[in-house]
């Protein structure tokens, strides 16, 4: 009734996902505004083309266990069930994701003739399920389903925090349903044989609410006898079956028939009887399975049970459930039964089973629930599943608190947030580190400890040295005890510690240890490290064959493990390839995708790394389109505590051509190189502060980088912190750096190193600039007999800058073609015979001209050919006429 408009759009939905373009309609409206019936009608819909439908629905029951829609889905669609049997040893929210795309996949396949998928009362939804629910929508493109999911208001629910990026979907399109007009109300009561004079007052006092209506409707006009809908429910209900659907609504809206049976303590002979009374009442519906025909039939009946009985429902459901069930609602039903002591043990199996099941923030909340008198290990337990639903400032809040509670259990509270992160995260673990180390631990526990803090000690304030000597302290505690997990992360922090420059051999046998220590620690991501760790390393050393092979192997890791980590990994090194060999498009598209997978398993930190990729490109090309320069001048604001990310300000600003700006803002750097100490990312500061000193003109600063820079053995300017970006062969930014500090001589040399160790590689971009580099150098030294290789270097690199589509090299690069072209290699003289062979005079007549003997003049001539490279008179005239 009243629904023209949007039945019109899920038809036309409809027909665009049957013919292979996916859609999302996402209905959403008040309690009892019609979106069941809506749903309803499409499903008649879709019967008129022959399409299947399936249906899941969310409970409102903190009991309902994780991915329960798409679970009840499995019935209409069985490949489903496989999909969602997730395998728990992966461990992390990267195996969660590869569910997702298991159960992506199986829809498409079963959607493959068409699928209509309804999903109900997403309100009450569960995170893991949104979270399917958004990857989905975003796979929709090019299948044949058509996905409705219903709700009511999203606030202060899950779906709140997820309604946003399934409403941003390209696929996805939101229906509001609103009340019935009086018109609407008038033509039902036609239909109902009413007076339609009490439309008004029906629209009125129901805001048009069909439930609201209909049961007014059918009990009378009289309005004055039902002043609250609770009255009004249960004026319907049927005498005889008010205390079986009592007993019905503290289960929830679906009724299971033995768990009813067993909780109501009605005979099984007269429970089918009653509940066929229920349906016919219209408080039940019968398909596709009997529940209640609305949450507000359920809510007025539960709400009209005695607390008593309440209380005792709900102990025959805890004790029914907990023969079969799952320990979600068995915890809840305790919960609601004031069980405490049981509340406590069945909510810490639920948040086991959950974690189990991938379903991490169902973890959190199940935790929590345990959590019902301060107690340290319920607390722990409460912090390790807020670690892995990536809560890190909570779990952190709760593992000092756990550690306040029980101060032996300082030292796993410790160990909960492994692995880097912000600095507050980092030094929030080493005080705890700090603590543990305090009391005697065993040799294993002591080492993971002491490689904590040896991360700790690498940020601002602290002494790389001594976080480099902490971490070998680690490392040997690690291999005197044996235990793999002890000895992984020792060889981590190790490796973490020696990120620079100068440790790339201990570095590449840190990685091979860790490839070799294999599936043997139980963290999940063991036998990835090593892997990324040798990429890191053949980067720095030219081995593009060496970085082939290894980031192979993590895709292997990644397609047999099906962890979504690794493939991010995977992707991300392959943009620095990319973009590293001059394949600068597909490298964008590849960081793209890098942030796509990231986006999809929370890697907080990607948002940092795909700017920073971006800002390198822009460095290389030599542009930055403006709009695009002040979202990362936004971004780069927000972690002005990150070295790195302040320094991309003044080169943003220079990009663009704010100098007053960028100057300003590179003042805080000009007084660093001399002062950093190495540690990890200290020379990738340095070669950014090295640019921006160039970009410039601060030949000071220029100079004080040459200094540090030119004592380093040539490489290719990773360090082994992680290769986000990699320009070439070192040579070439040294090189710069003392053409701009007025060493030419040493420029010169280092170009032409420059030049031959990115030819070996393949490495374009940086062999166009290694060339254009050493062509301005040449040019600088002033000598006549450098100019035609001048302008040889210029053109070589300005063809290539044009390929890469380079465009501020590329204007370098013809400035100088026209600064060469313009400044001869001849003397006076020999300028003044190529004029005369330009003028197609011959030796003898050269010689007569200029008076000098004709053996002169040829020797004049052979000297001409030389400096310009030619071999034939013409050449010379050709030469001559350009000139001019």
Same mark, same amino acid.
């Given at each position: ?19 292979? +373009? ?49 679970? !009840? ?39 493959? =003739? ?14 893991? +399920? ?40 390209? #696929? ?8 019935? +007009? ?11 044989? #009413?007076?339609?004079?009490?439309? &008004? ?33 249960? =004026? ?12 019905? +609504? ?255 051999? &201990? ?5 091979? %240890? ?34 082939? !092979? ?192 007025? %060493? ?141």
């Amino acid at each position: 009734m009243g629904r023209a408009d949007e039945l019109a759009q899920l038809r036309a939905a409809l027909l665009a996902a049957s013919a292979g +373009s996916g859609r999302l309609v996402l209905v959403s409206g008040d309690a009892g505004i019609g979106k069941t019936r809506l749903a309803t009608a499409v499903a008649e819909m879709a019967a008129e083309y022959d399409v299947p439908v399936a249906r899941g629905y969310a409970v409102d029951d903190p009991g309902m266990p994780p991915l329960w829609p798409w679970r !009840r889905l499995a019935r209409d669609v069985p490949s489903l069930a496989g999909a969602l049997a997730a395998d728990a040893a992966l461990g992390s929210a990267s195996a969660r994701f590869a569910m997702f795309t298991d159960v992506t996949d199986a829809l498409a396949d079963a959607a493959k =003739a068409g699928l209509v998928v309804v999903l109900e009362d997403l309100h009450w939804a569960d995170r893991t +399920s949104l979270r399917l629910l958004t990857h989905l929508a975003s796979e929709l493109a090019g299948t044949k389903l058509l996905v409705l999911g219903t709700f009511r208001d999203a606030d202060g629910t899950p779906l709140a925090e997820y309604l946003p990026d399934l409403l941003r979907a390209t #696929m996805t399109k939101s229906i509001r349903l609103a009340g019935l +007009s009086t018109q609407d109300i008038a033509h039902w009561l036609r239909l109902a044989a #009413m007076d339609v004079d009490i439309a &008004e007052q029906l629209e009125a006092k129901t805001n048009g609410n069909p439930l609201y209506v209909r049961m007014l409707v059918d009990c009378g006009p009289d309005l004055s006898g039902h002043p609250e809908l609770r009255r009004l429910v249960l =004026a319907r209900v049927p005498e005889e079956a008010k205390e079986l659907l009592g007993a019905a +609504s503290v289960l929830g809206e679906e009724i299971d028939l033995p768990l009813l049976t067993k909780v109501s303590g009605v005979r099984e002979e007269c429970v089918g009887e009653l509940l066929d009374a229920a349906v016919r009442a219209g408080i039940l519906r019968a398909r596709p399975s009997i529940s209640f025909v609305h949450a507000l039939v359920r809510d007025a009946l539960y709400e009209q049970l005695p607390p008593s009985q309440r209380m005792a429902l709900h102990q025959r459901a805890a004790e029914a459930l907990a023969e079969t069930g799952p320990p979600g609602p068995v915890a809840n039903h305790w919960r609601l039964a004031g069980n405490v002591e049981k509340t406590v043990h069945w909510a810490r199996k639920a948040a086991a089973s959950a974690i189990e099941e991938l379903a991490y923030d169902e973890a959190v909340e199940f935790a929590r629930l345990a959590l019902q008198f301060p107690d340290a290990r319920l607390t722990l337990e409460l912090a390790k599943a807020e670690y892995l639903a990536g809560n890190i400032n909570a779990s952190l809040a709760h593992c000092e608190q756990a550690a306040r509670l029980d101060p032996d259990l300082v030292a796993e509270a410790a160990l909960v947030n492994t692995g880097l992160g912000d600095l507050t995260t980092i030094s929030t673990v080493d005080r705890m580190c700090a603590e543990a180390l305090r009391r005697e631990q065993p040799g294993a526990i002591r080492a993971r400890l002491l490689a904590q803090r040896a991360i700790a000690m690498v940020g601002p304030g602290n002494s790389p040295a001594l976080s480099r000597e902490l971490s070998a302290q680690a490392l040997a505690l690690a291999e005197a005890s044996g235990d793999p997990d002890a000895l992984m992360d020792g060889l981590h922090a190790r490796h973490f510690t020696l990120s620079a420059p100068q440790f790339l051999a &201990e570095r590449r046998e840190i990685a091979r %240890r860790a490839c070799d220590l294999g599936e043997t620690p139980e963290q999940p991501l063991a036998a990835l490290w090593g892997h990324v760790w040798l990429v890191d390393a053949a980067f720095q050393s030219g081995d593009l064959d060496g970085v082939e !092979r290894e980031i192979r192997q993590i895709e292997r890791f990644a397609a047999t493990r099906q962890h979504a980590l690794a493939w991010w990994h995977a992707t991300r090194l392959r943009a620095t390839h990319a973009a590293l060999i001059g394949d600068i498009e597909r490298g964008l598209q590849l960081n793209e995708a890098t942030r796509k997978i990231a986006t999809r398993i929370d890697i907080h930190a990607e948002g940092g790394l795909y700017y920073a990729y971006r800002h390198q490109i822009a460095i290389l090309r030599g542009v930055l389109d403006k709009d695009e320069a002040q979202l990362m001048l936004r971004i780069l604001a927000e972690v002005r505590e990150v070295l790195l990310a302040r320094i991309c300000i003044p080169m943003t600003y220079a990009l663009i051509g704010d100098l007053a700006s960028a100057r300003a803002t590179f003042e805080e750097f000009r007084h660093l190189p001399a002062k950093l100490q190495i540690a990890p990312q200290w020379s990738a500061a340095l070669q950014m502060i090295g640019g921006a000193a160039i970009m410039l003109d601060d030949t000071e600063t220029a100079d004080a980088v040459y200094r540090v820079f030119s004592t380093l053995e040539p490489d290719y300017m990773t360090d082994g912190g992680g290769a986000v970006f990699c320009a070439g062969a070192s040579p070439r930014l040294v090189g710069e750096l003392a053409l701009a500090t007025g %060493r030419v001589t040493e420029a010169i040399d280092q170009f032409r190193l420059g030049i031959e160790m990115n030819s070996r590689i393949g490495a374009r971009p940086f062999l166009a600039l290694s060339k254009l580099g050493l062509a301005q150098a040449l040019l600088r030294r002033g000598e006549h007999t450098d100019v035609p290789e001048v302008r040889r270097l210029a053109a070589e690199a300005a063809a290539e800058f044009r390929r890469l589509d380079m465009p501020r090299p590329l204007a370098t690069a013809d400035a100088l073609l026209r600064e060469a072209g313009s400044a001869s290699p001849l003397s006076r003289r020999e300028s003044e015979v190529a004029e005369l062979i330009g003028q197609a005079l011959s030796n003898k007549q050269i010689a007569e001209r200029l008076v000098l003997s004709e053996r002169t003049v040829e020797s004049h001539v052979r000297s001409i050919l030389s400096k310009l490279g030619y071999t034939t008179r013409t050449e010379i005239a050709t030469w001559n006429i350009r000139s001019q």
